[in-house]
T-cell receptor, first 118, second 114 residues
Framework: GAVVSQHPSWVICKSGTSVKIECRSL??????MFWYRQFPKQSLMLMAT?????????EQGVEKDKFLINHASLTLSTLTVTSAHPEDSSFYIC??????????????FGPGTRLTVL | GDSVTQMEGPVTLSEEAFLTINCTYT??????LFWYVQYPGEGLQLLLK?????DKGSNKGFEATYRKETTSFHLEKGSVQVSDSAVYFC?????????????FGAGTQVVVTP
């Protein structure tokens, strides 16, 4: 159990267009979902935290108007990169937080989405 | 603030060698500690975790013990395989923190050669 999927796994887009990335928890309901950005050979940088039905909380320095997060249900969160530019090219990873039966509170990560902006 | 420090890589080992990746943390409360592994081109997979002092997490031959006195959570494996080549991230979360945000270390790349 505890599978998190992301779609698409990779996307190439032109500068100025918008790209939507989906994050789904397939076999559990996530109380909270997180979006991270990872640059090559670096650690994950938390971008924002989202709870179902409420506005996302963005980390300092992350533009909320550029990275739109919608948490429509307990199993789906989307990240839209608006008016993408080459500097937005990165690996975007989501995670879903839950407490599984017989376990403790932890996060499960999606496989990531590679975004390349030309 | 809360932080995680792990040894820099890359760590290059021969197959069947002993692996240790050091991880230390600073936290204002009582964190849960995790090791995640990332294979090339993939997301993070939970490797093991420990939620309180003296707990030992183990999985796939990897072990780590939560040491409160040294604020450490070092990852060890007695005999590595080529398939263990990956980047390993140490992380903490304060369960009392808002929405369980994670703090990650910088990651340590491990390369195992035949």
């Amino acid at each position: 159990g505890a599978v998190v999927s992301q779609h698409p796994s990779w996307v190439i887009c032109k500068s100025g267009t918008s790209v939507k990335i989906e994050c789904r928890s397939l076999d559990f309901q996530a109380t909270t979902m997180f979006w991270y950005r990872q640059f090559p050979k670096q650690s994950l940088m938390l971008m924002a935290t989202s709870n179902e039905g409420s506005k996302a909380t963005y980390e300092q320095g992350v533009e909320k108007d550029k990275f739109l997060i919608n948490h429509a249900s307990l199993t789906l969160s989307t990240l839209t990169v608006t008016s993408a530019h080459p500097e937005d090219s990165s690996f975007y990873i989501c995670s879903a937080r839950t407490v599984l039966a017989g376990s403790t509170d932890t996060q499960y990560f999606g496989p990531g989405t590679r975004l390349t902006v030309l | 603030g809360d932080s995680v420090t792990q040894m820099e890589g890359p760590v290059t080992l021969s197959e069947e060698a002993f692996l240790t990746i050091n991880c230390t943390y600073t936290a204002t409360g009582y964190p849960s500690l995790f090791w995640y592994v990332q294979y090339p081109g993939e997301g993070l997979q939970l490797l093991l975790k420990a939620t309180k002092a003296d707990d030992k997490g183990s999985n796939k031959g990897f072990e780590a013990t939560y040491r409160k006195e040294t604020t450490s959570f070092h990852l060890e494996k007695g005999s590595v395989q080529v398939s263990d080549s990956a980047v390993y991230f140490c992380a903490l979360t304060l369960t009392t923190d808002s929405w369980g945000k994670f703090q990650f270390g910088a990651g340590t790349q491990v390369v195992v050669t035949p």
